[in-house]
């Protein structure tokens, strides 16, 4: 549970520091240079807030497992996850131990960092990161408002398949 949570986590950080991410004007732009916008900001970035939303596909459900809620990330390693829609779980890192609590059976799980989390999602969380070594990206069809990137890990990743970025392309800032 924890490791498809981290997986997760990585992606939600992703996203979450691209909101922070303004650029210049992004229509004549290829996937590569958004993507090194972006990476230059997140290098920049101490510590993020947002709201975030995940669906974790898994083949024991029927259909999408939808949740949200509120994120606190601060580099190096420092998180706290609150899920206020789905599962009421929390999860909590100080950079070593993660605890993931899940409040409909009152229980927490207490891992090593290292036992919990993919190297990406450890490296992102560490500030280390780098979106460009990690992620192919792919510029999906948009329109002159938004422009749209598919970002795929290139190295293999469990609860990470591609991940969708979608940008204002005036103000080079993630909106989705």
């Known amino acids: 549970?924890?490791?498809?949570?981290?997986?997760?986590?990585?992606?939600?950080?992703?996203?979450?520091?691209m909101l922070l991410a303004p650029s210049a004007t992004l229509c004549a732009e290829?996937?590569?240079d958004i993507v090194e916008k972006l990476q230059q900001k997140?290098?920049?970035?101490?510590s993020v807030?947002?709201?975030?939303?995940q669906e974790v596909f898994s083949k024991g459900f029927a259909k999408p497992q939808a949740s949200g809620g509120k994120v606190y990330l601060k580099k190096p390693g420092k998180m706290k996850?609150?899920?206020s829609e789905g599962a009421k779980d929390e999860l909590v890192?100080?950079?070593a131990v993660v605890w993931f609590y899940q409040g409909d059976i009152n229980q927490v799980v207490e891992r090593p960092v290292d036992a919990s989390a993919s190297g990406m999602s450890t490296d992102f969380l560490s500030g280390v990161g780098n979106i460009k070594k990690d992620f192919t990206p792919r510029l999906e069809n948009g329109n002159s408002a938004v422009k749209i990137v598919e970002l795929t890990p290139i190295a293999s990743q469990q609860?990470?398949?591609r991940l969708f970025?979608?940008?204002?392309?005036?103000?080079?800032?993630?909106?989705?």
């Open 30 to 32: 290829t996937a590569g």
């Open 81 to 83: 996850w609150i899920y």
């Open 159 to 161: 609860g990470l398949k």
């Open 1 to 17: 549970m924890i490791k498809r949570k981290s997986a997760l986590c990585c992606a939600a950080f992703l996203a979450a520091v």
């Open 165 to 176: 970025l979608t940008i204002d392309a005036k103000t080079g800032i993630v909106i989705k």
């Open 49 to 53: 807030a947002a709201d975030f939303t």
């Open 42 to 46: 997140y290098e920049g970035i101490t």
């Open 93 to 95: 890192s100080n950079g």
